[in-house]
């Protein structure tokens, strides 16, 4: 397996523009997981999903954000409209079943926002 | 709310030397511990898992403990290499709440 696949790796936007990140779970995984890196805040879940309902969202920040998972082998995550305060550096993630098992993440989407 | 906090956030160290990293929880009702390796620009590796029933698991030269009740965890790096060198991270719960990090630089 080619493991988690995120695109773009980087995205450079202004603000205001709309920014779409994408994912590509492992075949066969039941959760995947969106997180957030920053220097001041390190990594923070921002949602997840379990057979693509979304189960907690509760790391959003904003209504700015949102995620989707339209079916098992596909996920976004959705800003609009962007804000500098956005650019991080988000990780998508997935897992065969949660706790008990490990999770893979992708290599990451960085975002800067102009 | 869960707080994991790593210490410290940096070290460095010569090549061969046994090592030992650090994470704290609050909330010792945990479901699990888990250590990723962070190298710079890319994702997490997943480098041990600690379900709460166990104390301990070992992998290689790696080596983690668990200790619930005192909120602990610690990852022993045995005769460190260069290629060691990356970012150190604890996560904790099945939901994972991650600490900060510990940058290990091994010098040559």
């Known amino acids: 397996d080619a493991g988690v696949i995120q695109s773009p790796r980087h995205e450079v936007t202004e603000m205001g523009q709309e920014v779409t990140l994408r994912c590509k779970p492992i075949?066969?995984?039941?959760?995947l997981f969106w997180y957030r890196q920053t220097m001041m805040r390190g990594l923070e879940l921002l949602i997840y999903?379990?057979?693509?309902?979304?189960?907690?969202d509760s790391g959003m920040p904003e209504d700015r954000f949102s995620a989707k998972m339209p079916n098992a082998s596909f996920s976004t995550l959705k800003i609009q409209p962007s804000e500098p305060r956005d650019s991080a550096v988000y990780f998508c993630?997935?897992?065969?079943?949660?706790?008990?098992?490990?999770?893979?993440f992708g290599p990451g989407t960085r975002l800067t926002v102009l | 709310k869960q707080e994991v906090t790593q210490i410290p956030a940096a070290l460095s160290v010569p090549e061969g030397e046994n090592l030992v990293l650090n994470c704290s929880f609050t909330d010792s009702a945990i479901y699990n511990l888990q250590w990723f390796r962070q190298d710079p620009g890319k994702g997490l590796t997943s480098l041990l898992l600690?379900?709460?029933?166990?104390r301990e698991q070992t992998s290689g030269r790696l080596n983690a403990s668990l200790d619930k009740s005192s909120g602990r965890s610690t990852l022993y790096i045995a005769a460190s290499q260069p290629g060691d060198s990356a970012t150190y991270l604890c996560a904790v719960g099945a939901q994972l709440v991650f600490g900060k990090g510990t940058k290990l630089t091994v010098n040559p």
């Open positions: 993630a997935s897992s065969l079943r949660q706790g008990s098992d490990t999770q893979y």
């Open positions: 075949s066969g995984h039941d959760y």
């Open positions: 999903f379990n057979n693509n309902v979304p189960i907690d």
């Open positions: 600690i379900q709460s029933s166990q």
